[in-house]
């Protein structure tokens, strides 16, 4: 009994540093994402840019993201997951030296758009490697420990602004920026030390490496049952002749409104607004000082990683489909209670910045409990093996590209319409993530990869699983 807890605990302990050094992945994804949050007010002074360059230069990222979201999907399926981490692990580090040694806005679009170019194989590939490479009985918490590096990423991009930021040199941008080669170079040298995904090098017949590892990895008693249910996947996909194309099929096509539609809610709730503009937002509120309006952003940073950290304990034991509901439920009262802030702020004068960041704070708390994390876990878990890295990469695509639309028209909307009935319309497309959810969130809790896959083949509705 004894040897058996002790080979768990090792197994545990294996399992637990192949997936934190993998989620070094996760980590520049939040960081490269959050750093130009404090970057823009100094790079607007430097460079005296208008609201429309400054959306253009926070976009750049998320088209880039896009296009890496878009091109390598099939190439993860192709050459692998390791490798391909490895190969984004050289590209985070080409983009931030660029970007922190830009000379002139032209040269710091293009590295924005080589960084979001990472960032988008980063965002589905890093939590395929996970969830391929984890036992099913903490698959989701491990899955969420990207969520949760993300968000770590983003306070330390936040912290990272307020730390470098000076007032009286514009140029504290560049150091912001430089940061991002660290994380960069540990997840290059760290990733030549992890085995590929047993189920990817097993889907390439190469059956012996793949079970050496996978005797490693899974728990002792799911072995064989693992195995025998890959080796029926595969045979399956091998018969039916699998292409790309196999995505599109009928049988696929639940999978395929989850993976689009959870990142529609997710980032049409104004998420990214908040990660992207948050100092502006602040000094819409009142902070006149660059530096000062990084402070709101640094505790709501810290309570997006606190709220994370949770979920990563939640998931598991509540189950994706109650935190989805939890989270929607909680953020639709705290944007309605963000917009009324700026609509009533005359009331509210001094004390405006304080109602702002409360009423943000809960709202990232709901946030990073739910959507956040559900996004990329369940795009991880709905696809069968043979189609998942272009279902991911649908998904990351998904998140990208309603990610860039936020980004390019929450000023826009802003000036439009007010701050005020712009945090409104983001509530009321809450609602309506409450209403799809119903339909179409699954319960995949505890089920192996492969059971998920069976019950979209007898064609059974999201919601029964």
């Not at 100092?279 to 709101?296: E, L, Y």
Request: hydrophobic letters at 50%.
């Amino acid at each position: 009994m004894l040897n058996q807890t002790l080979n768990y605990m090792k197994l545990k302990s294996n399992v637990l540093l192949i997936a934190v050094i993998a989620a070094t992945g996760g980590l520049l994804f939040g960081f490269d994402t959050g750093v130009i949050s404090g970057a823009l007010p100094f790079l607007k002074q430097y460079w005296q840019l208008s609201d429309a360059s400054i959306e253009w230069i926070t976009t750049t990222v998320l088209i880039g993201a896009v296009a890496g979201a878009v091109t390598s999907g099939k190439l993860s399926d192709i050459i692998g997951r390791k490798r391909m981490i490895i190969i984004n692990a050289i590209i985070f580090t080409v983009g931030a030296l660029g970007c922190a040694y830009a000379p002139s806005v032209t040269v710091l679009i293009i590295m924005r758009v080589i960084i979001g170019f990472a960032i988008g194989i980063t965002s589905y590939v890093v939590p395929m490697y996970i969830s391929e490479i984890s036992p099913a009985r903490v698959r989701g918490a491990l899955v969420t420990l990207n969520q949760l590096m993300i968000t770590l990423g983003i306070l330390l991009s936040y912290i990272t602004d307020y730390w470098l930021s000076n007032d009286n040199n514009n140029e504290s941008w560049r150091w912001m920026f430089l940061v991002g080669f660290v994380p960069a170079a540990i997840l290059l040298f760290g990733m030549f030390f992890l085995p590929e995904t047993p189920r990817w090098l097993m889907s390439k017949n190469r059956w012996d490496e793949g079970k050496k590892i996978l005797l490693k990895l899974e728990d002792a008693d799911l072995v064989d049952k693992t195995i025998a249910e890959l080796e029926d996947e595969i045979t399956l996909s091998f018969k039916a002749k699998v292409s790309s194309g196999e995505i599109l099929k009928p049988w696929l096509r639940a999978p395929l409104i989850i993976t689009v539609g959870i990142f529609f809610f997710q980032q049409f709730s104004g998420v990214n607004t908040i990660i992207y503009y948050s100092p502006i937002i602040f000094k819409i509120a009142g902070i006149v000082s660059n530096t000062a309006s990084i402070i709101p952003a640094i505790i709501i940073g810290g309570v997006n990683v606190l709220a994370c950290l949770l979920s990563v304990f939640m998931l598991d034991k509540v189950g994706r489909r109650k935190l989805y509901f939890i989270g929607i439920f909680g953020m639709i009262p705290s944007l309605a209670l963000l917009g009324a802030c700026f609509h009533f702020k005359e009331a509210l004068g001094a004390s405006l910045p304080v109602f702002a960041v409360i009423s943000i704070v809960c709202y990232i708390i709901f946030i990073a409990i739910s959507l956040a994390p559900l996004g990329w876990l369940l795009i991880s878990e709905v696809f069968p093996l043979s189609v998942r890295g272009v279902g991911m990469s649908i998904g990351s695509l998904a998140h990208w590209g309603f990610n860039a639309v936020i980004a390019f028209t929450f000023l826009k909307l802003v000036n439009a319409l007010g701050i005020d009935y712009t945090f409104w319309s983001y509530a009321v497309i809450c609602v309506i993530g409450a209403v799809w959810g119903y339909y179409y969130i699954p319960e995949t809790k505890g089920k192996s990869l492969e059971a998920i896959e069976s019950h979209w083949r007898n064609g059974d509705s999201p919601k029964d699983i």
